[in-house]
């Protein structure tokens, strides 16, 4: 019997998907992992993410462009990735509205991870 169970990120996606979709698939006191699904949603107008927490993003499928507040826009296709700091305002401007866009999102704590930084730094 093996103790380990596989999922794929790619399995039971939702026909219909009126609004996003945000599921946790592991969670740590300084790391959430999820699985963002999207078909032709955008940010409210006017409405820019400003979290604490750091986060690197992936999509997997699926087209999407995300704005910078202070930098511009830029188009992801399937595998393109980016890291945003802490604190990057930005939004969502559309995904593609005929097919499911999946994202793999890890959010990464600042607090927890600076100290752990700064604590490694003077060992």
């Not at 963002?36 to 949603?41: F, H, K």
Request: net charge negative; aromatic share 10%; proline share 7%.
């Amino acid at each position: 019997m093996t103790p380990f169970t596989t999922h794929s990120i790619f399995t039971d996606i939702p026909k219909q998907l009126p609004e996003e979709l945000s599921q946790i698939l592991l969670k740590t006191p300084t790391i959430r992992i999820e699985r963002i699904l999207s078909q032709g949603q955008a940010s409210p107008e006017g409405f820019w993410y400003n979290q604490e927490q750091a986060e690197w993003v992936m999509l997997l499928q699926g087209q999407a462009r995300l704005s910078f507040a202070d930098s511009g826009s830029v188009e992801i296709n399937p595998g393109d990735y980016l890291f945003l700091p802490a604190f990057c305002k930005h939004r969502v401007d559309w995904t593609t509205p005929d097919q499911v866009s999946i994202w793999l999102a890890v959010h990464i704590e600042s607090q927890p991870f600076t100290e752990t930084l700064l604590a490694a730094a003077d060992d």
